[in-house]
């Protein structure tokens, strides 16, 4: 890791951090443990001011908690599988984004009040799909649509005498826009009254300002992740070497 040469004070003038916010992030494991010196004061690297850079950039794109997870494995996996976890998080936020976009087309196709056209991506041109059809399309469990279902949310086109659903275009637009506004953080109350009111103007607009706002957000996501970008690969290579 280098000689020890910085303290607290300077730590956390480069990074932006508290004093107490750098002793709380190296508690938690952010921060490898320092280097003490015989009088007890803590002695830091350049490589620990790198990792609150990073920490900084991952806290944005994935959540605190998320971060410290990622972080203490990156510095103990080998390179090769360190830098797969990055990739995987690149990935993450670029399938977020795809979601929306597909709620968003699916929205279109609502307010256009399309009841027999196709979708495109995953759901492909059908009339209708099978409860484990759609499941697939959007990337959830069966057991998620059946729970939206009972909430109200989305309602399948006919249940048939043996218990099988199947799902229109309408439902199947709808179940996007949910996929979408729970990914965003959109509680089932929030997302049933915009749902529920996407036959009228004033819900289709809500539908698409939560849209936008959600893209805004993975936007700002994949910013911060590529910024903390040249501190996380010296990260991972420093650990490698280690």
Known sequence: MGFARLRTVDVARA??????????????GVLPPAARAENGYRGYTDAHVRALHVYRGLAVAVGPVEARRLLARLRTVPLEEAAAAVDVLHAGLARERDEVLAAERALELVEAEVHRAGFDGEVGAVDSMTIAELAQALGVRPSALRFWEEQGLVVPERVTSRRARRYGPAAIGAARVVVALRGAGHGIPAVRDIVAALDGVEGRAEARRALTERLESIAVRSIALLRAGADLAALIEDAAQD
């Open 15 to 28: 990074t932006g951090y508290s004093v107490q916010q750098v002793r709380d992030l190296e508690r938690l």
